[in-house]
């Protein structure tokens, strides 16, 4: 097995943003103490976070503490994603929605999501709800295939990548709150997005596990499937050839399902450039010992 850097005794690089961002939320956290209900339960879930990260990067690599090093990233950013909801409308009380509704129509002269109902199918709808369903599950399978291969030095990179992203996307929704044209223009819509078997169920099972997020603004879809595309094409030809599809269909499903505005989408491909431009310097330098 290759020599990794989580063998070495101290938190690897995609620990290390984890932390910072748990700094962050720590910090945003009180400086709003008195508009956050429950921000002592928070604070207390940010320290334990760190505590957990810290402990377990200094423990000897058995295979079972490897797996909790490796893959502890995917239970971190859902539980951070599920506080949003509580936290960034009473971090932020002024709703975007308006000026990125103003934008879209600036640029296309009319409604993205209202204008797309000339071609709603209910086929296409199911088809595109399942796609944005299994979004989170993208980023994992490619992270699984290195693992497996045991390019360990490629995992280390990407995982980090993808902790970043989803942060750096985190971060932004404080700054410019949106929910979205679902909500926000759904009374200009003609009619439902209705899919056949399945549309339905998923809809209402992502609405129960997500409650209302103020995070159309960028559209995190769009950023993590790009930066997954991306390093699927670098590191796994095969699986980039199958993701490409997926991938393409899920970014067109955030506004053909209402999810996102176009200026979502197209701050999302941005915030994933940025991340591909900044990430490699970012690891280096993180990495240095």
Known sequence: MSLRFQDLDKPRP????????????????????????QAPYFLAGHVLVIIFLLII???????????????????IILANFTELHYLVHNVNQVDFDPLLIEIDFAVFG?????W???WSH???????????????????ILGAILYKRKQFERFDFYIFVIVYGFYLSYATYFLIPAIGPRFTI???????VTGLWF???????????????????PSGHTEITILTMY??????????RILVVIGISLIISTVYLRYHYVIDVAAGAFLAAIVIWTAGPLYNRLTKK
């Open 14 to 37: 995609a620990d290390l943003v984890n932390i910072f961002y748990q700094i962050f939320m720590m910090i945003t956290i009180v400086f709003h103490y008195n508009s956050i209900a």
């Open 57 to 75: 990067s200094n423990q000897q690599t058995h295979r079972s503490i490897q797996w909790i090093k490796d893959f502890n990233p995917i239970f």
């Open 110 to 114: 009319v409604h993205p999501t209202v």
């Open 116 to 118: 797309l109902e000339q």
């Open 122 to 140: 209910p086929l296409v709808v199911e088809y595109l709800q399942i796609v944005y369903a299994i979004f989170y599950f993208l980023p994992i």
């Open 186 to 192: 759904d009374h200009l819509q003609n009619i439902p």
């Open 199 to 217: 549309t339905e169920g998923i809809r209402e099972t992502l609405n129960q596990l997500e409650n209302i997020q103020r995070d159309a603004f």
């Open 231 to 240: 390093y699927a094409w670098k590191f796994t030809p095969r699986y980039f």
